[in-house]
């Protein structure tokens, strides 16, 4: 997106490509904007209704993550009618239309191609009031970070395509991806927080450099305290690494400074390229503990503060670690 012009001006683009934040939102007017977003890939597990509903919630995630409600939405699918059984395609849509269903919004239609290999996902518009927009260009320093869902997925996922993961560790990270983050952004809402991001394929990490850079700060991120998945341990210790996450970790490497008490298993899960992972909300310490309540209150999969925002040099991020 580099490579292309500036967004043309426009007093109605609340959110555009400048920020790289999770969708674009434009005002109608005075009481409604619409937020849009796009997002599909190839599967990362076996089952094609869990693929269905892990790609169907990766894609909403990124209108929750505006403060947004989702509408409408828009199938988007590529599939090798030569290879595969059709029945597995009717699968893979109805794993997405109950995710859809469960967020309260409505198929309305989309587009399909004959491809190599499956690919699934969304063209998702939601709407929100033009003054209750989350973005991840406004985090303050003194606030404190606190994410919804456990790390590791990218790794425990490679780790099911090498066979080293078991059944009950699979239906779980599988559980923690297909849950939506509906709830996570009514909690925000309901408290009121500074910004929010979800934490999708650059990592926590990469992610959280992309908030802080938009906003003018850095954080101080405590590794002991992120939510992780159990089962990511010895996958990296089968050294189940993804190609995403070793390519965040060299993007990073400018950007994030980790002190040397941190463990190597550590610094991999934090820069651990996820999919339909949770929302990373910036908010004011004096608001944390109510926002923790109310995740609570709604069983998001984790309610942690995991660090803190700071004044300095935008974008960088200092990672301790005090076990």
Known sequence: MRHLPPTQEDANLLVGLETADDAGVYRLNSEQAIVQTVDFFTPIVDDPYAFGQ???????????AMGAKPLTVLNLVSFPVSKLDMSILAQILQGGNDKIREAGALLIGGHSIDDTEPKY????TGIVHPERVLSNATAQPGDVLILTKPLGVGIITTGIKRGIVSPEDEADVVRVMATLNKVASEAALAVGVHA???VTGFGLLGHLREMMQASGTKAQVFAEKVPVLESVWGCIKQKAIPGGTKSNRRYLEE????ESEVPEDWRWVLVDAITSGGLLFSVSEDKAGEL???LQIRN?????????????DAGKIDVSYRN
Request: glycine share 8%; with cysteine; aromatic share 6%.
């Open 54 to 64: 892990v790609a169907a919630a990766n894609a909403l995630s990124d209108i929750y």
């Open 255 to 258: 950007s994030v400074r980790f």
């Open 196 to 198: 929010c991001t979800d």
């Open 292 to 294: 923790i309540a109310e």
């Open 121 to 124: 996902g969304l063209s998702v």
């Open 300 to 312: 998001t999969p984790a309610q942690a503060v995991i660090g803190r925002v700071l004044a300095g």
